[in-house]
């Protein structure tokens, strides 16, 4: 996998996805399952997270996990399993 050049875009230099936004959000809303793919360096990393930001403003747990690194599958469940135990402690404490 290619290493990771920059990170995703929060607050001001997020703009001009509003409509990708919306059509996600209501996907999700709709409990409906997302698939984001693209080219390298296209946003899709920015936009998951600005869409778990404004579902997590309403309530909504996001999980979000980078298995840019995994080497194997392995390593990308390995990933999610700790990710996920992580969030679900955190959500207990509430």
């Not at 698939?35 to 600005?50: D, F, H, P, V």
């Not at 996990?65 to 402690?89: F, H, L, M, N, P």
């Amino acid at each position: 996998m290619k290493p990771t050049a920059g990170r995703w875009v929060t607050g001001d230099d997020f703009f001009d996805r509003e409509p990708e936004l919306r059509v996600l959000e209501s996907h999700v809303r709709d409990h409906n399952h997302l698939l984001l793919t693209g080219q390298w360096r296209m946003g899709k990393t920015s936009i998951a997270r600005e869409l778990g930001r404004r579902l997590e403003a309403d309530g909504w747990i996001f999980l979000f996990v980078d298995v840019e690194g995994s080497t194997c599958a392995e390593d990308a469940i390995a990933a999610i399993a700790k990710e996920t135990y992580s969030t679900r402690a955190a959500v207990d404490d509430r």
